[in-house]
């Protein structure tokens, strides 16, 4: 370990600091009586040699990884204006209220009656989520965006394949789309279109009106866009879509832009799929755990997943009054019937099947429930306006210094381009990225969308304050001028983070995945 | 609200300075036509009245301790107070993933420790960063040995879990690749080897270790005929189980997945959990998913980045080996904590008091009158008996004494409903354990007869 007038030393791994007969936890001893373990595995095939996991105290560990924390960035740190991956504040009382033991010890096969405040929860966060997108009926199982992806185009050609639809074969994106929309419809056995943007970064609607035809399954789109830019022509866009038999896909990524301003539902949206790692508040996790549900129109909801959380009538199966706990949404009625029952809904004979085991990731289902709850109608509106006007200053500053290719009224976020820089001083984007760094702000995302050269995505979200935009604003600005006056500055950067540039290159050509013992 | 930022005078000189009159002008580009107002939703609340609210549902679910005996896939394990304090540290928690690897070493380094990890418990070279969960990772398993072997034939072993071969047809239900059920052997419940008709054109065979029984596979006559196939074997291995039996890279298997559920992370109602993937070197450039490698910063000192990221989505768009983005990258740290706590010492030992006291279980449950096992196949730490009443009734009358007996598999199959799955782990007491026997004893004596609204 090399030691340096950076701000944090690198750590070495658990397998490096691992020493013999060292260990962290202990397990209770079986106290039952029980012949040896080679008489009880008796029949099977034994392991020969114990596993390389690392022997190391309490102690060392927890340092361990509290030194390994220090080498991140995070939202909780400082700026992290990722574009299209919404890093707003994860609010604190969502972790905590997810911690309960009562959420925490439930096992997903005890009976309903065991799992009522559970069920509960996701029944309402579902009901939540289609009024904020306007859709009919939602899916929670989805672990995230990609995966509410999968489900929704595999729902899709259930749908086409029940209604003389089996023969279309081809999903168009923009070619502003998420790689995942693509990756989505080649793994559910289709064929991809990509349609050439607009000059004005949006999809045009002869080149749709060409691409449309009978072989079209479906489009999948981003609105606003991952230009940051709402689709003007949605409207036609759709119509024109459904008018050739296919449906329509929105991918939710940027849902962020428009609560309480647009619904999806409103816009002819056939499946909506939201990030509830983005959109509702959830941490990121340092990649996951995320959650994807997926929200449909009524003609495709036989075709979802099952099971479904569902809602019993209280007549159905009366309860006595004495059964109503404090908080029930609805409390015990006049009659004397009581709280509404919840359960799993199997009996979903044209259902694609599910995507995967249990039902959700239930955790960060708990964490969007407690933010919305905090939010409610009006602050998720307040936040939309907010994001919306936090992009909008940030591209308003920054237009005089990096060029803007499409440079009006954008959404919750912006693409600009250090194409000027790399013209003039030899310092590109990633350059640009790499510099922001010093700063202690995370960079935008670099080289996304394809279709802008050197590209910068800026997200800043609505829980960046004034004051941190005119810093960011501040730092951008100082970097053009670095750019001019001392380009390897920037090229070099960065130049206070735990690490310089990795080489990518070595990495790949001969990758180490895994630590080995004469190594390190 | 206090997550919004923004006092009316900030909105103020920020519209100004944009150049909107109000804030209703910057949302012109979306037609007059869409245009909503505001959201059906309640006002928002208080911390306070969101901590209670969300509390009291916590407090309406009702769970059972150490007197759960549930698993089929998930399984209560105790988790040390340190996984949760460290997993639960901001700089994990909010990062997103590690795209600029100057400012994420703590992220990579962690994914880089889960894949030697995984990679030490399956004992194949590579692991990925993780992927949603198991059942969904032993699809993607299937998927990858379609695109290795150009083949498109699956075939799944009745011994892997049902929700598990659901989600397999799910997946394969889009590129239409054909899934075919293999047979158990009804008395031992291990997975019929299938001869060399039933495997032609087959890409791929999954099993299950232990499988969905609870029986120990023998996983090497498998990987055999697979092989002989053509074939690749992928095996979704119970991580539980792995100090002790042997890991599917040791008897044959070309791929291994399965849930990292036992460690780190608690039941929560099936999620979030994470998923693994480990292969032999031959597939590592059709995995799906991230993959953390070592290499060198400008200063060559030690690093870890993002690598051969040309098998993935936002590098390959359409010619990606999977759609994933996201994974479970949290609770895969949560089980890389669990299990470097517990080292190879621990491990092997959490093994031996789960399989000692599940076997003391199941032969005290196996004397009472009418009780057997429903295999005879050696088993770890879950087994399934065969009750002489229907086992969704059992049980409810267990949970009036105040045991959660096990998971009724009538749920899963009408013809399994005389049969009960039972799970032990470490926290499961021998006072638990005698209590279960003693209510069963009682409940087998006083059978229900009528079904109760579930």
Redesign the interface.
Known sequence: MTDDCRGSRLEPLTFDRSRPGHRGATVPTAGVPAAPIAHLLAGASLRTRPPALPELSEPEIVRHYTRLSHLNHSVDLGMYPLGSCTMKYNPKINDEVAQARGFTDLHPYQTEDDAQGTLELMWELEQALLVVTGMCRATLQPAAGAHGELVGILMIRAFHRDNGGASRDTVIVPDSAHGTNLATATMAGYKVVELKSSDRGLIDLDTLRSNLSEKTAALMLTNPNTLGLFEEDILEITRLTHEAGALVYYDGANLNAIMGKARPGDMGMDVVHMNLHKTFSTPHGGGGPGAGPLAVCARLEPYLPAPLVSRRDPNEAPMRRADCREGCASGPDDDGACCPRFGLDYDRPASIGRVRGFYGNVGVLERAYAYILSMGGDGLTQASEDAVMNANYLRTRLSGTYDIPHDRLCMHEFVASASRQKRDTGVAARDVAKRILDHGVHAPTIYFPLIVPEALMIEPTETESLAGLDAFVDILVAIDREAHESPEVVTGAPHTTPIRRPDETRAARDPMLRWRSDTG | ?G????TDA??A???R????AS?D???????R?????????????P?S?????????????????SR?F?G???Y?IYV?A?V???T????????????????????L?????F???I???T?L???N??M?????ALAEGA?LAARHTSRDGILVSAGV?P??R??V???A????LPVADLALDPSSGRTLVPDAARLEGAAAVLVQQPNFFGI?E???PLAEAAHAAGALLVVSQNLLA??????PG??GADVAVG?VQPFGN???????F?GFMACADSY?RQLPG??????????G?????L??Q?R?????????T??????????A?AAT??????????????G??C???A??LHQRLTELPGVSSAHD??F?NEFAIRLPVDAALFAESL?ELGV?PG?PLG?FDPAWTPLLLVAVT?IN??RD?DAYVDAAADALAHPKEAVH??
Request: net charge negative; with cysteine.
């Open positions: 609200m997550y919004l930022v923004h900030d909105r000189l920020m519209l300075r944009i150049g909107a804030v002008d910057l949302f012109t580009p979306i037609p036509e869409l245009r909503t107002t505001a959201l059906d939703l309640p006002p928002g609340s911390e009245e969101v901590a209670a609210r969300v509390t009291s549902l916590a407090e309406r679910n009702r769970t059972w301790g759960s549930l089929a896939g998930c209560h040390p340190a949760r304090s460290l639960g540290r901001s700089e994990f928690a909010t990062a997103y993933t590690p795209y600029q690897p100057e400012v994420s070493q703590g992220t380094q962690h994914i880089f420790e894949q030697t990890t990679s030490e418990l004992e070279p590579v692991a960063a993780s949603y969960d198991g059942a969904s998927f879990h929700e598990a659901e989600v047809r799910t997946y239900s889009g590129p239409g120990i023998d996983l090497e792995a100090g002790l039996l042997a890991p040791q008897v849930d608690p039941p929560n109602y099936g999620g979030p994470a590592v991230r993959l953390v490698g070592e290499t060198l910063d400008a200063d000192r030690r690093c870890f980045t690598t051969m040309a993935e989505q936002h590098i390959r768009r359409a010619k990606a999977s759609n994933i983005c996201s994974n479970q990258a949290l609770c740290l904590i669990h299990l470097a706590l517990l080292g190879p010492t621990g491990l092997r030992e959490l031996a008091t399989i000692a006291r076997h003391y196949g050696p770890f949970r959660d998971v749920r470490e007491s021998p354990l609204d579930r």
